[in-house]
């Protein structure tokens, strides 16, 4: 074989063999290089973006019918935490017609116009909803029962008066009366998750325990699985029945449709967590009530009991 020849074959053979190596090695470049950044955005949109949502004073203010909290004195609130897609923002406001607007993917800010309405039924309804979220002691929220029913009285088929009214007589222990309420929100509005989530926590209340399972577990179905109550009480059922491992996760379902927001649900899954003497995972949970509730309720009797959980937890490591 010639000289010429020779050199040819051997061109051909580091071609082949280039080729291989390209085959092989760029995938894999091309996967250390693309991984990190998906990995990034998907954090960041795990994270959340925030909302500022402008509209009247001290206006209470829902996502997806989670309550978000009400806005300042000039109007604005900053929702965190907001996740991509499509939501939904409900705004209600004292002496205003309630108000529900599409929020669309991308969106920073949010502007949501009022109207001023003379509806008796919705003031009466608007007067009930503040009694009894202020309520202290059963006069307060006797009050706020009559003025339910009054609401009612004006517009029979009112189904959110009917489960605001169920939930009250919750409070006053009135077990058989606010199941009827919640039957009759039914009947006005078939598919209501908030209702059925109502409703499991009145049948848990009177150990009605199988029961309040179907109503827990019927409320998520109907959110279509975004039900954050309705996960909370799902929990509390299966700790009462033992079940810790399966009332941890119902929690921590809750926490993330909350958007980590609600302290004490912190409290209630640090309490689970200790019972399956996950002592770290504990204080990691208590730790963010603090975080998120310095000065609550509860905030006293959890920092005297962290230093005692810190003994327990050496030598343990956290479960991710």
């Known amino acids: 074989m010639g000289t010429s020849a020779a050199s040819e074959l051997e061109k ?5 063999m280039l ?6 090695f760029l995938p894999v470049l091309f996967l250390l290089l693309i991984v ?52 939904t923002v409900r705004v209600r406001a004292a002496g205003f017609r ?16 009022l109207v001023r309405t003379s509806d008796q039924a919705e003031l009466t309804f608007q ?35 009917r489960v605001g009214l169920a939930r009250v007589l919750l409070d006053l222990n009135k077990y058989q009366p606010a199941l009827a309420e919640i039957d009759a929100a039914r009947r006005a509005r078939p598919v209501f998750a908030e209702a059925s989530a109502v409703e499991g926590r009145i049948n848990r209340e009177a150990a009605f325990t199988d029961d309040a399972i179907q109503s827990f577990r019927r409320a998520i179905r109907e959110a279509k699985g975004f039900q954050p109550e309705a996960h909370v009480g799902l929990a ?32 209630l899954l640090g309490a689970v967590l200790e019972k399956q003497q ?42 991710p």
């Open 12 to 16: 051909a053979d580091r071609e082949a």
């Open 19 to 24: 080729n291989s190596l390209r085959s092989i």
């Open 36 to 87: 990190p950044v998906h990995s990034i955005a998907q954090r960041r949109s795990a994270a959340g973006t925030s909302v500022t949502v402008n509209t009247e004073p001290n206006a209470i203010v829902w996502l997806d019918e989670i309550r978000r909290g009400a806005t300042d004195t000039s109007g604005r609130l900053e929702l965190k935490k907001v996740s991509p897609g499509r939501h």
């Open 98 to 113: 309630e108000s529900t607007v599409p929020l669309l993917p991308g969106r920073k800010s949010l502007i949501v116009k």
């Open 127 to 161: 007067e009930a909803e503040l009694a009894r979220e202020q309520a202290r002691d059963d006069e307060a929220r006797r009050k706020a029962e009559e003025l339910y029913r009054n609401a009612l009285k004006l517009r029979p088929a009112f189904p959110a008066a």
């Open 236 to 267: 509390r059922v299966m700790e009462d029945k033992g079940q810790f491992a399966e009332a941890e996760a119902e929690f921590r379902k809750a926490l993330t449709q909350l958007s980590d927001s609600e302290p004490v649900i912190y409290q």
């Open 278 to 319: 996950k002592f770290k995972e504990a204080i990691v949970a208590y730790e963010k009530y603090l975080e998120l509730a310095p000065n609550g309720s509860l905030a006293p009797a959890i920092r005297s009991m962290l230093d005692q959980l810190r003994r327990d937890a050496d030598g343990q490591e956290i479960i």
